[in-house]
Each structure stands twice: as structure tokens, then as C-alpha cells.
């Protein structure tokens, strides 16, 4: 199309050398430009509809959350993003007034209700076999021990940056949900209210305030654990041969977040101090555990006795893993990180795909690059290659202070910095920094780009 401006100087100069010889041929040139005019302008009008209508989004939710709240359950968004503002008005298992969160009250049909609820959030639905929820927490009141709130942080702040990095989420607890179940049973109600809070996990990760993650690009194998229920660092013969109450640790667990698992603690916690019975279980599991050195019933020796007991009708659903750290014991694991600290270094001198930098975000790649060229069999036990995946300091209460007879406090400090910082290296490059001494707190000093053959890194 040609402009006004063009037009009316392309028109005055024709007037001007005589162009427009009579009113007829003027009029004819005349119309020819207009309808020439017309055609381009309904061709430019169509081809902008054309492009703007080849791509229709006519979904009201996307762009607007509010919008969200009004849609179907039909109309619910089903991609690969989880849709955090999507609730439909349909009544799930929540809108029940006879729901309690208590772990004195049970709950039934909890598969199909979960069933339900994930039908009617289609974006939770997909890979919800998959998904993680890590459990952890604390005593409500100050730790009496100076350095124990301190610990507990660097401890709180590993296994976020384990969530984080793996795309697991996370809750910290550290409320008494029910008066009675303190100390070493304070975990079941909180596993138990997160079971409801969190239809949309597959399974529930109990850790221990005073266990920390030693090897950050380590994954949890649950294809391993399809067939069962719950997950736990144990081994069968010291069960039913041994007959022992450390057959197992009750401080590292994972539980899938179904109706069994639901049975499972109800039994579980009825031998804690909410029953009547709470001192003759403690009679009970001594008697049946002869290494037991204390008389109250507690949470493991429970579990091991359901185990004893009812081997039928647990067994078959409970997976002793005992083929890598799942929970390891840190007395036997701190001797172990200098020689493992070599055998990553001496992994990344010979391979720069190690040694590149790169985003925290795909650090999952980095670590199933490691395990395919250097790790692939070595399943991380005692006198593997591998970093032990969880240190557990049992005896060790970094918030009382108390400890195992056995050892003193000083290893018991010493040893959880040495590990905290053991751990916050492997994150810690990702941001260009490392502790250049694991057996102090001291400030972090910033990574050279290529590293260098000698460090703690």
C-alpha cells in the first residue's frame, strides 16, 4: 500500500504535467488504486488473524490463578508442572468433620481416599510413585548443650540441601503433636500427620535430627523397594538369630505413604506411652531382647519385636537394607573420609566432565556420570569406594549434650563438624567455595577454577 503522504504528491505532480488528460481515465486509475488499496489491506488483515489463531489457547487458567479455583476437575492442567493453585470445590477425605490428625484416632480406607485425592489433582497424579517427603525435627525448647542449636542448623541445612538438589520436599517439625509420645516416639505422630498432610508423596523419609547425608549426589534406589512398605537399616539374623534390639535403627526410615503403613503404626505405637501398657511392654521387649540395657519400651525395639513376633505377617513388607550406608554408624564410618576424599579427588584428576563446573540444578548428571565411569557395583558399605550415604551419630545428642559412655563428648562434637563439613564441601562447590579444614568451623575459602591435586575438596 502506498501512504497518504506518496499519494498526494504522486497525484499534484500528475496535475501539474497534465497526467489526467479527462475525468474519465482519472476516475478508472482512480478506482483501480482503491481497489487495489482494499485487496492488500484485507490481505495483511487476514494474515494477522491467521497468525495469531494458529496457536488457540482457550484454557481460563492459565494467566489468571484465581481461575483455577473455579475450573473443573476436567479442566484441571495435566502437563508436567504440578498445579499448585488447582483445588477443586469436589470433597475429598478433608472435608470429613470426623478427620483427626492425632495418632490416637485411626484412619480407614486411606488407599482410596488417597486414590481420590490424586484423581481429582491430575498434575500430583503423574510420577507421585516417585515422590519423596523427608520428615526431621527438633525438641521445642533450647538446646542445654552450647553448641547443639548450632549443630542442629548445619544438620537442618544438609538435608535441605539434599532436598533441594534431588527435587525431594521437606518438614521440619518441631512441636510435640501429642503430650505423651516424647523423646524416641515423637517421630510416629509427625510421620502419621504428614501421611494426611501430604497425599500426594508415595513415601514418607523419616531422619533423625543428629544423621546427616555424607554423599549428596547419592539416590535413594526405590525401584528396589517397589514391593515393600517400609525401609529400615537392619539385618534378619541378628533379628531371629541374634535376637538383638540393635538388629535394626528405627532413626533412618522410609514408610509408603498407604493403608498398611497406617496399620503398621497404629501397632507400632500402641506399645508407647500412650497405653496402659507401656511399662509391661518395656518388661516385654526386655525380656525377648537380652542386650536391651534400659527397662522403658522403645520405638525400635518395638519394630524389631513386631518383626520377631509377627515375622508373616511384617517381613514380607519390611526391607532390611543393610547393602549401603542407609543409616550408618558414625564411630565406624569418620575413620573412612580422608581415604574417600582421595579416591574422589584421584576420580576427577583423570576426568575433566568431573571436574567442569556447572549449575547445582543438574547435578543429578554429574552424579550418574560418577557412578557410571567409577561407582557402578559398588553398593557404599563398609570398605566401599563410595561415600557412606548417611552418618548417623547415635550415642551422640548434640542438643542435651549426653553420650554414650563409651566415647567422649569431645569425638562426639569434633565428629559431627568433621562430617557437616565432610558433607557442605560437596555443595558448597557448586558455588565456588569450599571449608578448607573439615575439622573446624572456619570461614570458606573460594575454589580454584581447576582443583588442585591436594585438599579437602
Known sequence: MVSPEVSHLQISSMVKHGGFRNRASFCLADGLMFLGGAFLALLLVWSFFSFYSSTPNFDPTIGDPKSVQKASPGSAPCGHELNRHYDPLEETFYDDPGLSYSIEKRVTNWDEKRKQWLKLHPSFAAGDRERVLMV????????????????????????????????????????LLHPKMGSYWAKLPVVRAAMLAHPEAEWIWWVDSDALITDMEFELPLHRYRHHNVVVHGWAKLIYGKKSWTSLNAGVFLIRNCQWSMDLIDVWSSMGPITPDYAEWGRIQRSTFKDKLFPESDDQSALVYLLYKEREKYYDKIYLEGEYYFEGYWAEIMSTFDNITERYLEMER????????????????????????????????????????????????????????????????????????????????????????????????????DYPDEGPW
Not at 525448647?141 to 538435608?159: A, E, Q, T, V
Not at 547415635?394 to 563409651?406: E, I, K, L, W, Y
Request: net charge positive; proline share 6%; hydrophobic share 25%.
Open 350 to 449: 583423570g576426568d575433566r566432565d568431573l571436574r567442569r563446573r556447572h549449575a547445582e540444578v543438574v547435578s543429578e548428571r554429574y552424579g550418574a556420570l560418577r557412578e557410571e565411569r567409577y561407582l557402578k557395583g559398588e553398593q557404599g558399605g563398609k570398605g566401599s569406594r563410595r561415600r557412606p550415604f548417611i552418618t548417623h551419630f547415635t550415642g551422640c545428642q548434640p542438643c542435651s549434650g549426653d553420650h554414650n559412655q563409651m566415647y567422649s563428648g569431645e569425638s562426639c562434637w569434633e565428629g559431627m563438624i568433621r562430617a557437616v563439613n565432610f558433607a557442605d564441601n560437596q555443595v558448597m562447590r557448586k558455588y565456588g567455595f569450599v571449608h578448607p579444614d573439615l575439622r573446624k568451623s572456619s570461614p570458606v575459602e573460594p575454589l580454584p577454577f
Open 136 to 175: 526431621t525435627g527438633s525438641q521445642p525448647s533450647p538446646c542445654k548443650n552450647p553448641i547443639g542449636d548450632h549443630l542442629l542448623l548445619r544438620f537442618f541445612k544438609n538435608k535441605v540441601d539434599y532436598c533441594r538438589i534431588h527435587g525431594h520436599d521437606i518438614f521440619y517439625n518441631n512441636a
